[in-house]
């Protein structure tokens, strides 16, 4: 019987512990999809407890604990404090087995913290107050908790209005991580409540000092804003959408869709879609004249628990996986910036595992031998970062396309306790491995290939790719 989470946790076979111990473990993390609050980073945030850095904003942990029986006060009420919040976490954690949770939870615990004690209402006091007491040092504030887990590069994400002022501040102050920011213009898209859309338009008429009266006024004041994010050091856009969109329209079908919404009056389902496809396409075209690489997170119904959304907003727990048929579309997009020239490097992640291999069979169709892996799988997300997902994404991978060009992993997340999740990513990439080498798929004398790749994957090929 194995130990729980020993150091060779996850690591089933003698080849797999050598590759992950001395290639994938030294390799330092570039988290070039993440949704840390940039304020944080440039203010060096000090945590006031471990509730507020490990349970704050965290709808993985509030879903289990809902689940678990656990009232919602504990989890995202005003009238609990950050004791009684961790305290009911606790209670969950042993009802979690099976669930990443569990494993990311310990995982975190003993790489932040080194603790190595099982979570559970037994020790949670004594955890908790440990915990805390080392928060207080520096060496665990936002800055601190990036260098510790070697942190090269990071990439938030930012509206085409934001200011970018914490970027550029954390820049200025000297910190040795780059903190990048990533163009995500959903917003500027998002044409199915006209005032809201009108706001939004107006707001980024003032931020880029374009006069907006027409759809051609709005993409005018997009490219200044894209000019300002690449003056900025930004190289990734994001885009996260339920579903493709390449629909057939005209220049003036979508300047008249665009006078009709700006002017407050409801769009059809179609009208949405042909001002979505025109938009996505535009998008397409400024990220790939500026060398930029443009990342799409498809598939997701959010904001299922209509009761909920109303009390607490967004991003609260309440999305799941969504059954979308977007093959045709996607392909049809792509192939339309293809036939214009303008096909940027492009990632696609899908929530539902089902399209796994409908998307690693889509990036051959437009390879070009540009750039090596052009068109990437991303890593499991959402629902999917976790070790079934992951093998899941990287089996389907390995056979239709090119796992040696995999771009690798990122956190998608919030928490300065996340960065743990490139380890299990690692861990899980060099298991897979290690197991085919051991079972006489990959031949023993290629080793020094397979070392490489692994390094490839865990760090190289998403410095090499981006140009960090």
């Not at 510790?148 to 820049?171: F, G, N, Q, W």
């Not at 809201?196 to 804003?225: M, T």
């Not at 031949?443 to 490839?456: A, F, G, H, L």
Request: net charge negative; aromatic share 12%; with cysteine.
């Amino acid at each position: 019987m194995k130990n729980f989470m020993d150091e060779n946790f996850l690591l089933t076979t003698e080849t797999a512990q050598k590759l992950y111990h001395e290639h994938a473990k030294k390799m330092p993390i570039i988290d070039y999809h993440c949704h840390l609050i940039p304020q944080m980073v440039a203010d060096d945030h000090q945590f006031r407890s471990l509730t507020e850095i490990w349970l704050g904003g965290d709808h993985y942990k509030w879903r289990a604990m809902r689940t678990n029986g656990i009232d919602e006060r504990y989890c995202t009420g005003k009238d609990t404090t950050d004791w009684e919040k961790f305290e009911k976490w606790a209670e969950t954690v042993p009802y979690t087995f099976r669930n990443p949770l569990y494993h990311w939870t310990h995982l975190e615990l003993k790489t932040a913290f080194g603790i190595d004690k099982i979570l559970n209402p037994k020790t949670a006091r004594e955890i908790y107050d440990e915990c805390n007491e080392k928060l207080k040092l520096p060496e665990y504030s936002a800055r601190g908790m990036m260098r510790r887990y070697h942190v090269e590069v990071v990439c938030t994400t930012d509206d085409p209005i934001d200011s970018l002022e914490y970027h550029i501040k954390t820049r200025e102050s000297g910190f040795e991580v780059k903190m990048l920011p990533t163009w995500r213009p959903d917003k500027a898209m998002a044409v199915e409540v006209p005032a809201n859309f009108r706001a939004y338009i107006d707001k980024l008429s003032e931020v880029s000092g374009i006069s907006i009266s027409k759809f051609s006024d709005v993409i005018e004041a997009l490219r200044v804003r894209h000019r300002f994010f690449e003056e900025q050091g930004c190289k990734l856009s994001d885009h996260g959408i339920e579903e493709f969109y390449a629909e057939d329209y005209t220049d003036a079908e979508i300047e008249a869709i665009f006078n009709k919404v700006y002017g407050g009056t409801e769009l059809t389902k179609e009208e949405i879609l042909k001002y979505k496809s025109a938009m996505m396409i535009e998008f397409g075209i400024m990220d790939a004249e500026t060398g930029w690489t443009q990342q799409f997170h498809y598939g997701a119904i959010r904001d299922n628990n209509s009761k909920m959304f109303r009390l607490l907003g967004p991003d609260t727990g309440f999305d799941s996986i969504g059954e979308f048929t977007t093959a045709k579309a996607l392909a049809k997009y792509l192939d339309k910036l293809n036939s214009m020239d303008k096909l940027a490097k492009t990632i696609l992640y899908n929530l539902n595992p089902c399209a796994n291999e409908v998307i690693a069979t889509m990036l051959g169709n437009f390879q070009d031998g540009s750039v090596p892996g052009k068109i990437q799988f991303g890593s499991g997300w959402w629902f999917l970062d976790q070790k079934d997902g992951m093998e899941k994404q990287m089996n389907a991978l390995s056979v239709l396309g090119l796992l040696s060009r995999f771009v690798g992993m990122l956190t998608d997340s919030r928490s300065f306790l996340s960065y743990p999740r490139h380890e299990y990513f690692r861990r899980t990439l060099c298991n897979l491995v290690g197991r085919d080498v051991e079972n006489g798929e990959i031949p023993y004398s290629e080793m020094e290939r397979v070392c490489q790749m692994i390094e490839d994957i865990s760090y190289n090929n998403a410095k090499n790719f981006f140009k960090f």
